[in-house]
């Protein structure tokens, strides 16, 4: 079956660090992935998006890799602030033509000042 | 742009009792997609639409949900009956067609 899978266990570092989150998935031949942040109480705020022919995409202190022969994403925060504390979901789409996009659990950072 | 707005923020009901969620995706996007979020089991996809279609609704856990979009300003999505299971922050968003998507604040549901 597809699976897409995000560390579950909560990332604690220390506030100015740079905070490295996970996402793998099996099965699936994406045509993108994006990245996604959630605060409490409030809906996934996209952050990146990355295509298949991608390597790397940067925005500002955020940056995102694509491997698509380890089938793993990662995706950095450098020079964290206690600002960036907060879930960071990726999300995949299997096939341009539908658009259809999957969400992984989600990893919880939280940067300590 | 007042974003994608959800309603009600919080609804709570009896077992049984028929749950009625709305949504009024962002003007001018194409692509409108209901998904669920708990604790196990994460965020996901019920169904979504495309210019008020249903494309794929194969994540819709029973036939006690239905979805609907009538017109591409408004979408409902029905429990009936609700069950104590179907507990859950119920989340609407909305987009172009592989682009990124935008999130209502979601519908607190809690089914006792």
């Known amino acids: 079956s597809q699976k897409i899978e995000q560390n579950s266990e909560a990332l604690n570092i220390q506030e100015g660090k740079t905070a490295t989150l996970t996402c793998n998935y099996t099965?699936?031949?994406?045509?993108?992935l994006q990245w996604y942040r959630q605060d409490p109480g409030r809906g996934p705020v996209f952050l990146l998006l990355?295509?298949?022919?991608?390597k790397e995409k940067r925005k500002e202190r955020l940056k995102v890799t694509f491997d698509t022969t380890l089938k793993q994403s990662l995706f950095h925060i450098t020079a964290s602030q206690p600002a960036d504390s907060a879930t960071y979901l990726c999300?995949?789409?299997?096939?341009?033509?539908?658009?259809?996009?999957?969400f992984g659990q989600g990893t919880t950072l939280q940067v300590k000042p | 742009d007042a974003g994608v707005i959800q309603s009600p923020r919080h609804e709570v009901t009896e077992m049984g009792q028929e749950v009625t969620l709305r949504c009024k995706p962002i003007?001018?996007?194409?692509?409108l997609f209901w998904y669920r979020q708990t604790m196990m089991r994460g965020l996901e996809l019920l169904i979504y639409?495309?210019?008020?279609?249903?494309?794929?609704d194969s994540g819709m856990p029973e036939d006690r949900f239905s979805a609907k979009m009538p017109n591409a300003s408004f979408s409902t999505l029905k429990i009936q009956p609700s069950e104590p299971r179907d507990s859950a922050v119920y989340f609407c968003?909305?987009?172009?067609?592989?682009?990124?998507?935008?999130f209502g604040n979601g519908t607190r549901l809690t089914v006792t």
């Open positions: 968003a909305s987009g172009q067609p592989n682009s990124p998507l935008h």
């Open positions: 099965n699936y031949s994406p045509a993108y």
């Open positions: 990355i295509r298949e022919n991608e």
């Open positions: 999300a995949l789409v299997r096939s341009s033509n539908t658009g259809k996009l999957i």
């Open positions: 003007s001018g996007h194409n692509s």
């Open positions: 639409f495309n210019n008020n279609v249903p494309i794929d």
